[in-house]
């Protein structure tokens, strides 16, 4: 009877464990890591998984032989490339030391590119790291997933494009219309002058 209750206990800790465990590696694997020179940076999104039309930020680790390295925001600028198009954020240092963050709110889903340049120390720094891709907040939303912003903008292009075409049609109708009555009157008044 004991043998089964520290069995059973084991297995319930076992069990907690393994979660914990996967927990972390997924969200390891979600972060990306390059060495440069006695460096190494780790890029990843803050909140995860990263959504479209939700404000975020990129965390920046960099770590020298396992311990913090800081002042690094002086020295290192962060660049998000999506699609050709750039933008600039700071990176601002945390209470974690050797911990940064760069603020974005990510508007289209797909692969951002995070550029890390500048230097750290002595070293000159160029590199581009690709964190975990932006997806749509429909896939994380319930009970009802709410349409992207982008399809919604689509339908909005469509529907003016037909009012502009329904609003077309409606005038060339009214021309003809009123071309139809003045012919109309023109044949009453003729037709009254020749009786």
Known sequence: M??????????????????????????????????????????????EPPVIGERN????????????????????????VYGGQVFRAN?????????????????????????????????EIDEVLEPEEVFPAS???????????RDLQQQITMLQAEVRSSRTLAMVGLGTAALGVIMGAIGLITGRRRS
Request: proline content about 7%; cysteine-free; overall charge negative.
């Open 139 to 149: 896939r994380i939303q319930f009970p009802e997933a709410q349409p992207e912003p």
């Open 91 to 123: 990176l601002n240092p945390t209470e974690t030391p050797g911990l940064y963050t760069a603020e974005i709110f990510p508007t289209v889903r797909g692969q951002y590119a995070v550029r890390l340049f500048g230097s750290i120390g002595d070293l």
């Open 57 to 80: 930020a990129v965390i920046v680790e960099v770590h020298e032989d396992d311990a913090p390295v800081v002042g690094v925001e002086a020295t290192l600028d962060a660049e998000f």
């Open 2 to 47: 004991k043998n089964q209750i520290y069995k059973t206990l084991f297995l319930i800790v076992a069990v907690f464990v393994l979660l914990f465990v996967e927990g972390q590696v997924r969200s390891v694997l979600a972060h990306t890591r390059v060495e440069v020179g006695p460096y190494a940076i780790v890029v990843g999104w803050l909140v």
